[in-house]
């Protein structure tokens, strides 16, 4: 099916573990972003990318790493997982031309203990 | 002063009632704005873009001006299913592909 999509939908994972968040667009937009979602702060962004091989960081970058080798995925890494970590995470892609609109994938609801 | 601002509401509205919701932006050289629709525990999607002459979509209609950094959302003749958050989101000036979302404002509409 054409879209956005993530995987996986719900993560429990314990403090120092590493995880990693998939995220695949059959879109082929060049654009990418995670972002994360925790009350009373709204979206934030982690980090985003313009196109393969290329990854800049958002407001929120400590603690995360991403790659981007194919158009079409965008994984997040949480290298060492801390408790505010927890969150719900969103991966979006857009295609900038004479408009920047994003389009969000369904999220990863990711729980730290 | 924050980059998108948001009542956040929640605003409770009875069925058939108008709304409007109202945000403010800093960044005086953004060129893209929209509104987003947010329900609970999904993921944000695009309600409508909003352009300089201003624009509708049925029961929507959105308004802007440049001049006071202002963006706003009607809904007329609210429905049960307008329930949701909607989020306020300019493009970032200094990366076009980037956008600043707002907190939202939380709509309640009751039967």
């Known amino acids: 099916d054409a879209g956005i999509t993530q995987s996986p939908r719900y993560k429990i994972t314990e403090t120092g573990r590493q995880v990693t968040l998939m995220c695949h667009q059959t879109w082929s937009h060049s654009y990418m972003f995670w972002y994360r979602q925790d009350l009373g702060h709204g979206l934030r962004l982690i980090y985003y990318s313009a196109a393969a091989d290329i990854t800049d960081k958002g407001e929120v970058p400590d603690g995360y790493v991403v790659s981007r080798s194919k158009t079409e995925n965008f994984p997040l890494t949480l290298e060492s997982a801390t408790r505010s970590q927890t969150s719900v995470y969103f991966c979006?892609?857009?295609?900038?031309?004479?408009?920047?609109?994003?389009?969000f994938g369904p999220g990863t609801r990711l729980t730290v203990t | 002063r924050k980059e998108v601002e948001q009542d956040p509401g929640p605003f409770n509205v009875p069925e058939g009632a108008t709304v409007a919701f109202n945000c403010t932006y800093s960044?005086?050289?953004?060129?893209?704005f929209f509104w987003y629709r947010q329900d609970c525990r999904k993921e944000p999607k695009l309600l409508m873009s909003v352009y300089s002459s201003g624009n509708e979509d049925g029961r929507f209609t959105a308004q802007l001006n440049r001049a006071s950094q202002y963006i706003s959302l009607l809904i007329r003749d609210s429905k049960l299913s307008d329930s949701a958050t909607y989020l306020c989101v300019v493009n970032n000036r200094g990366s076009q592909g980037n956008l600043i979302f707002g907190k939202g404002t939380k709509l309640s509409v009751k039967p």
């Open positions: 960044n005086s050289a953004s060129q893209s």
């Open positions: 979006a892609s857009s295609e900038p031309g004479t408009s920047y609109e994003q389009y």
